[in-house]
């Protein structure tokens, strides 16, 4: 990940003018401008780590929008070489340990947890899938289900789980779904449309929930194909049709997938499996900051 990234700095920022850190009242009136600290970034819980390369540029963000000395102290982040985005840490264990001005610690410390937590939750979540599904042919897909604005970030914590990205957005990848069936005419219609018009390398692929829609679509050319909402049972069938096609046609799972039933669907054959709770559903993991003043 590109933390110095124009869209990822532009977020950054966002974040920390929403929260008004450079305004934070209580922390200005209560704490030694020239006081110096330590902060620890510890995991409660077991998990999988993503967004240590936040804290630096939250840091030098916030240098540029609060323009007070003591903003601009020299900081230092310091982690275990051991300790890197994709990593499985344990409970208790500290993540990274910054050296810098108190106030700016105060004043950064909750966007700082706000986005680790949130992206090692959603890093913590896809290992679990990936972990349920090892041994088998398929691969984890994230979705579009993604928080406004986020998504590049959410995504690479996925990444970070060990999942694999589906499309980044609308102009990625071709996937005729249901509504531009019922809305363009018919599978045949926006089918054939989509090949004959498609950019040179693009993939077309075409969402189906039934065993006539899936004829469908093979019969017009569909170069891929996703299995929505069916049954396990369903999926394997499905699977063994596509597999008759003398041309490779890769599958896709997804619709009602869980940690409880995804085994189920990656032992039909299927190439992917998407699961969009992987980054709308991910619970927070559980990360603290212990911040003391450095003595002289």
């Known amino acids: 990940m590109d933390w110095k990234n124009s869209h990822i ?12 850190a450079a305004g934070d009242v209580t922390t200005n009136l209560t704490i ?4 110096l600290a330590t902060a620890s970034i510890v995991a409660r819980q077991e998990m999988v780590v993503c967004g240590l390369g936040a804290v630096p540029r939250f840091l030098e963000i916030f240098a540029r929008i609060d323009r007070r000395p003591e903003a601009q102290t020299r900081f230092e982040v310091v982690s275990h070489p051991e300790i890197f985005d994709g990593v499985k840490a344990r409970e208790g264990q500290v993540l990274a340990v910054i050296r810098h001005n108190a106030r700016t610690l ?7 947890l706000n986005l680790m937590q949130h992206l090692s939750g959603i890093a913590t979540l896809t290992r679990q899938f990936v972990d349920a599904i090892q041994g088998t042919h398929a691969h984890i897909l994230d979705t579009r289900k993604t928080v406004p604005g986020l998504r590049a970030l959410e995504k690479y914590a996925v990444l970070c789980g060990g999942g694999t990205n589906h499309r980044l957005d609308l ?16 599978l045949p219609a926006v089918l054939t449309q989509a090949l004959e018009q498609r950019k040179k390398g693009q993939r077309v692929q075409v969402e189906v ?28 069938r499905s699977v063994e049709r596509i597999k008759q096609i003398e041309r490779w046609i890769p599958t896709e799972a997804s619709g009602g997938i869980v940690l409880e039933n995804i085994r189920a669907y990656a032992e039909t054959g299927v190439d992917f499996i998407s699961v969009g709770a992987l980054t709308h559903s991910a619970k927070a993991a559980d990360i603290s900051m212990r911040i003391s003043a450095e003595t002289a």
């Open 106 to 112: 105060l004043s950064c410390e909750r966007v700082i």
């Open 209 to 236: 929930r039934s065993v006539q829609e899936l004829e469908e679509a093979l019969e017009y050319g569909a170069e891929a194909i996703l299995l929505d909402n069916m049954t396990p049972k369903e999926v394997k």
């Open 32 to 35: 030694d401008p020239g006081l």
């Open 9 to 20: 700095d532009a977020l950054l920022e966002r974040a920390l003018i929403e929260d008004q």
């Open 171 to 186: 102009a990625s990848g071709i996937l005729i779904k249901n509504n531009h069936i019922s809305l363009g005419g018919g």
